[in-house]
């Protein structure tokens, strides 16, 4: 009987010990996935930026991405989104809108992402529009004015805007060019998707105003010289040209003007030439220029409460001399109010998935935005939260510094 006395004991013993250890393993196991599962609770929601940061937008690319700082800064100082904080990732697509597909496609494998803000170009966020959808993502567009971007064709339709709509711009610089007396404007246009655009919106605010397009001509991006067309312009009885070119491009019109003594002709600009270091490539100072910028927003100008904070922000966070010395501040102020819509939609919907908040941010009634107090933003129809009562047109100071006059 010893034997089996001795046999059974250890059997038994090692039984014991087998069990306790599959048990502590399973205990450590399920502590651990709960340690994990709550360090995913506590990871921050991730708001995607896809804009220039090194190319020919670059101005408008860091306003745009300070704008979703501040923004960003505000809402993780008040507690977050729904027990979250917020983050920023941000990508540089150059100006290149196969650059800028990838970025979107990168965008869509990040758990968290619960939106992506856009850039400065047209062409980029038109041919990311396929990408966006497939994916699925909401897409907020501080800048890029295309109309065809938020008229898309898409349904449901992802793209949210805070900035000009091309189809409501061309109403505005005719009007002023109807102000200032002209009866008859030359289109210097970009030969891009923007630059088309604006072209139907023009010649259609033209024949309503009784405003002569005497030519049309169109500038490719990195084109060098423009002084061949300038002659033709110089030629005609055309009392003014109306500019749709980024900075580069612009640059390059005004720089011929200099060379053929033609800087007395008033130039009426879209504001792509406010995205880059436009100043920085004329060959001449800015108060030869007869020259007018359309604008949404200058912290002298909008001067809501909320633009106000803002200013201080920015100038805590980034520095300032004075409200004419941000440079961009259209963008800073559209994705700071994009970036506060969104959260408040998100609140309104109690989640983060995407069909839910498109479906909040389509119901906003209202809110006091750093721009302006947007009354019902956007709807099932309607993307664009700024329509041509929202702009007004803005020159430069001896420094390059935008500038409006006081309000009224």
């Not at 809108?97 to 992506?116: C, E, Q, T, W």
């Not at 405003?211 to 001509?217: E, F, G, P, S």
């Not at 010395?325 to 995407?354: C, E, P, R, W």
């Not at 209202?366 to 309607?382: A, C, I, L, T």
């Amino acid at each position: 009987m010893v034997p089996i006395r001795y046999t059974v004991r250890p059997f038994t013993y090692c039984s014991i010990s087998m069990r306790l250890l599959l048990l502590v393993s399973i205990s450590f196991g399920l502590f651990s996935s709960a340690l994990f599962a709550n360090s995913l609770a506590k990871e921050p929601m991730v708001i995607g930026i896809d804009a220039d940061f090194s190319a020919v937008a670059i101005d408008g690319g860091i306003a745009i991405r300070r704008g979703a700082e501040l923004a960003v800064d505000s809402i993780n100082q008040s507690g977050g989104l729904l027990g979250r904080q917020l983050s920023i990732v941000a990508k540089d697509h150059r100006g290149n809108p196969a650059r800028g597909i990838h970025n979107i496609n990168s965008f869509a494998a990040i758990d968290n992402l619960i939106a992506v803000i856009g850039g400065v170009h047209t062409p980029v966020a038109l041919a990311e529009l396929d990408a966006i959808h497939e994916n699925n993502l909401l897409y907020l567009g501080p800048w890029a004015a295309g109309t065809p971007l938020v008229d898309n064709g898409f349904s449901p339709n992802n793209v949210f805007r805070v900035s000009l709509r091309d189809a409501e711009a061309g109403k505005v610089l005719i009007s002023y060019a109807k102000e200032r007396g002209f009866r008859r404007v030359t289109l210097v246009l970009e030969r891009t998707g923007w630059g088309r655009s604006n072209e139907s919106s023009l010649i259609q605010a033209a024949e309503h105003a009784g405003i002569t397009i005497d030519a049309i001509h169109w500038i490719n991006w990195q084109q060098k010289s423009f002084e061949e067309d300038l002659k033709l312009i110089q030629a005609s009885n055309t009392d003014g040209i109306v500019l749709v070119a980024n900075a580069p491009e612009g640059a390059v019109v005004v720089n011929g003007m200099v060379k053929l003594d033609m800087l007395s002709l008033p130039i009426i600009s879209h504001w792509g030439i406010a995205s880059g270091s436009f100043l920085d490539r004329i060959a001449t100072t800015p108060d030869k220029l007869d020259i007018s910028v359309l604008q949404t927003f200058h912290f002298k100008h909008n001067i809501t409460p909320e633009a106000v904070a803002l200013f201080e922000a920015y100038k805590a966070r980034y520095g300032a001399t004075d409200q004419n010395s941000v440079t961009a501040a259209v963008g800073v102020a559209h994705a700071y109010d994009l970036v506060q819509l969104l959260a408040l939609a998100i609140k309104s919907a109690n989640s983060f998935n995407i069909d839910d908040v498109r479906n909040a941010l389509e119901n906003i009634e209202s809110y006091n935005g750093v721009v302006k107090r947007y009354e019902h933003p956007f709807s099932s129809s309607q993307r664009d939260a700024l329509l041509s009562n929202d702009y007004f047109m803005a020159s430069f100071d001896a420094s390059g510094n935008i500038i409006v006059s006081e309000p009224d």
